[in-house]
């Protein structure tokens, strides 16, 4: 699959990375999977089911992690084989590459990550699309390097994601100028509007975020020309397993979508 079959959208609408932070178990991830299809096909949005198979970034050693890499990676490839949609799920080190890629069509390279060579250059070995996350603590320039690791790599399909900026010890801040900066070097830019609102360095040892502002980000994202939109999406947040204090309630997506995609027909 390549960058252009994920993207592409004859209305011109945006396209959408959505779904749990982490895969809890097999009927959750298809009940979501399923009534986002449903919405985005209605909206005719791109869409492509987001799920980390394992999360290695937790602040405390006893935070939820996964349930098994080879049990969460066969659910993704049973939400592709499904509804017949991609998926994208995080990579961390340079073996998780080859793994992963027998499952999903794209491989995320995790913020914190995206500057480590070999993984990056172990990502586009495998020929799926990569998906690389800015690091917070990046500009917008310095992503071009990144991308074209994967570029010189032999691999033409590249996306970048823009999630915030590192802003003081416990807050992240979006730049939007950065969005057509990284437009400029060739590839699709998407918006991250969860991650984007993270809390990070809490003292409670688990995340924190201001969910009520999704919708201002997203909106602003649209209105400057993300190629796509990043949500992380649960039935209920505060029950989900890892990162439920930046996600959005899964009643509220079609909503947020329809204003969406009416800015994005605005400026066509």
Not at 12 to 30: K, T
Not at 147 to 157: L, R, T, W, Y
Not at 224 to 247: C, R, Y
């Amino acid at each position: 699959m390549t960058v252009q079959e994920i993207t592409q959208s004859k209305e011109g609408n945006f396209f959408l990375f959505a779904g749990p932070c982490v895969i809890e178990n097999e009927e959750m991830a298809l009940r979501i999977a399923e009534r986002i299809v449903n919405i985005t096909s209605r909206l005719h949005i791109p869409y492509t089911f987001k799920g980390s198979y394992r999360k290695a970034n937790r602040s405390k050693l006893d935070s939820f992690r996964g349930i098994g890499d080879e049990k969460a990676l066969k659910i993704l490839s049973k939400v592709h084989n499904t509804f017949g949609i991609p998926t994208v799920t995080d990579i961390h080190t340079q073996e998780e590459a080859a793994m992963a890629a027998e499952y999903v069509d794209v491989l995320q390279i995790p913020a914190f990550l995206c500057r480590q060579t070999d993984l990056l250059v172990a990502a586009a070995s495998t020929g799926k699309v990569v998906n690389i996350k800015k690091g917070q603590f990046l500009s917008p320039e310095a992503m071009k390097f990144a991308a074209d690791k994967i570029v010189e790599s032999g691999n033409p399909n590249v996306m970048i994601t823009e999630r915030g900026t590192t802003f003081g010890y416990q807050d992240l801040i979006i730049d939007y100028r950065g969005i057509p900066i990284m437009r400029k070097f060739g590839h699709p830019v998407i918006l991250d509007a969860t991650h984007s609102l993270q809390q990070p360095n809490q003292e409670s040892g688990v995340t924190g975020g201001i969910p009520e502002l999704i919708e201002t980000v997203a909106k602003a994202g649209i209105a400057v020309g993300v190629d796509g939109l990043f949500i992380e999406t649960h039935e209920n947040p505060a029950l989900a397993k890892s990162d439920g204090a930046n996600m959005l309630k899964l009643d509220l997506l079609e909503e947020l979508l329809t204003k969406l995609v009416r800015i994005r027909q605005s400026l066509i």
